[in-house]
């Protein structure tokens, strides 16, 4: 069974929305035709588990919500507020049909608003609903424009996810890949090579430069592995308590900005982020220093999250918005020209949103070139170490048979 969402007008000729169960929209249609209703609009809202199930053979089902709930139904809640179904009502019909473990959320909200709190003040409630989001609610509660500003905030953090998706995909394959060529190394060093140190004594030949060099490397992994793994993990520890130390976060963060490649990877990320958020944000209807203060908590890189906290403190102080982002390795360049004609035209909204659609485009070739520039040179590293061991090898065995090293 299926639930719709629909708008009809009754005998008297008054509208009327609810929802309906049904196997199908024209089933549908035909059960509010038999109850003297004249369907204006059917919308499909969510599909209901035959037998009233309340159990799933699928573990990630009990997991609680995740973003990419919110992203989904707030799409639907939208769709049943454009259909002339109340908040609570829709609330209500989301909790009865989402996911095991994120309906408790939708609960919750639904009886908050019950008990005469606003949307936005219940949703302040649950960590996992962004600053972002809340304001944008609060925006649209305040102009009577919530469906709209729901399915503002449900593409926002569809956008969001797949920037952090491309990211993700570019660093997985060289990260994978780097941990692949590592772990052949160390097999190679402390198991291949002792075996072909002991054949080649057995066979009583003087070691060629290559394989002696090869077994020498051997040696020292065998004598050090152990401190370097001590200090590696040493290092790894020290690295994640600073993350989580406000002020070496900040340099952290700062530096990375900073890095080949990389760095123009997270400073593209960042200026998408920035430029979608504001964009939305001022054309919402929030004044930009709240948007800044919503920024602000939005970004996880703290480096630019101080730059707009700055930024926020200088527009109190009479500053244009361009000045105090204007910092080397930042924003994009571009989007700090085109935020100082926004600010003299005042069209900041509308250029925000068109540098959003740039930029994106830009983090996205980016990635394509740095996941095209990496693969072939961790193929070509790990090819070149399986290589230099088999070449000694090789010539080892060369040298055994009686041949001359060349």
Do not use: C
Request: glycine residues 6%.
């Amino acid at each position: 069974m299926a639930v719709f969402s629909y708008v009809a007008r009754d005998r008297s000729g008054q509208q009327r929305a609810d929802a309906i169960e049904s196997p199908s929209r024209e089933a549908a249609t035909a059960a509010l035709r038999a109850q003297g209703l004249l369907p204006l609009k059917i919308v499909e809202v969510a599909a209901k588990a035959e037998g009233g199930l309340e159990f799933s053979l699928n573990p990630f089902a009990y997991r609680s919500i995740r973003s990419k709930d919110i992203e989904h139904e707030f799409h639907q809640i939208a769709v049943m507020l454009r259909s002339g179904i109340s908040l609570l009502d829709a609330l209500n019909l989301t909790a009865r049909h989402a996911r095991i473990g994120a309906r408790k959320t939708w609960q919750q909200l639904a009886r908050r608003i019950q008990q005469g709190s606003s949307f936005h003040e219940a949703l302040q409630e649950h960590p996992v609903f962004s600053e972002f989001t809340i304001q944008l609610i609060r925006v649209g509660e305040q102009t009577g424009y919530l469906h709209t500003v729901m399915d503002q905030a449900s593409l926002e953090m569809k956008a969001s996810r797949k920037v952090k998706g491309k990211i993700l995909k570019a660093l997985r394959y060289p990260s994978f890949t780097l941990l692949m060529a590592i772990g052949i190394v160390i097999f190679m060093l402390t198991s291949l090579v002792p075996e072909i140190k002991k054949l080649l004594k057995i066979m009583g030949k003087p070691m060629p430069p290559i394989t002696q060099a090869l077994i020498d490397t051997s040696d020292w992994v065998l004598a050090n592995g152990p401190v370097m793994l001590a200090v590696a993990l040493a290092a790894a520890a020290v690295f994640v308590v600073l993350y989580h130390v406000p002020a070496a976060r900040w340099w952290i963060d700062r530096l990375s900005l900073r890095l080949p490649v990389f760095g123009d990877v997270l400073r593209l990320s960042g200026t998408v982020l920035f430029a979608r958020a504001m964009g939305l944000l001022l054309r919402s209807g929030v004044v930009i220093v709240e948007a800044l203060e919503t920024m602000e908590k939005l970004h996880a890189n703290k480096y630019l999250a101080s730059r707009v906290a700055l930024a926020r403190e200088r527009v109190l102080q009479g500053s244009s918005l361009a000045e105090p982002l204007d910092m080397p390795f930042t924003y994009m360049p571009l989007l700090l020209q085109m935020i100082r004609i926004g600010e003299s035209s005042g069209t900041l909204d509308d250029i925000l949103l068109e540098m959003t659609e740039y930029h994106d485009e830009l983090l996205q070739q980016r990635i394509d070139t740095l996941t095209g520039m990496i693969a072939p040179v961790m193929t070509i590293f790990v090819g070149g170490v399986v290589g230099f061991v088999y070449a000694a090898f090789l010539v080892a065995m060369f040298a055994g048979a009686g041949g001359s090293p060349k």
